[in-house]
């Protein structure tokens, strides 16, 4: 994940839970501490985060409409689930990790 892609994905996941996200909000999802984290956070957006964060956020990414759903986390489209309940729990899915994201962020 680059800085620019951390950057966008900020903006997507303020997007997907209705409010925009500040750089301590998303330090805080990193797992950064209070003190300094948001200029940490500042400094990936310009030079990415790294590799074991970057792993976290596309996990986390999975809240917004923008990312797809990664492939170990899609048990969606298995042949056991039929084709007209396959959007709805897609949507289920990413409501419950926005849940996922507000909760971190508490």
């Not at 985060?49 to 923008?66: G, I, Y």
Request: glycine share 6%; proline share 6%; with cysteine.
């Amino acid at each position: 994940m680059t800085g620019p892609e951390l950057k966008k994905l900020r903006e997507h996941l303020g997007e997907a839970l209705g409010r925009s996200l500040t750089a301590a909000d998303m330090a805080k999802l990193c797992g950064l501490p209070a003190a300094g984290g948001a200029e940490k956070l500042r400094k990936w957006e310009v030079t990415g985060p790294t590799p074991k964060v970057a792993a976290l956020l596309r996990v986390l990414a999975m809240a917004s409409e923008h990312y797809p759903i990664l492939e170990k986390f899609d048990v969606f489209d298995r042949h056991d689930v039929p084709v007209k309940d396959r959007a709805a729990r897609r949507q289920a899915f990413r409501e419950q990790m926005r849940d996922d994201v507000r909760k971190r962020l508490d």
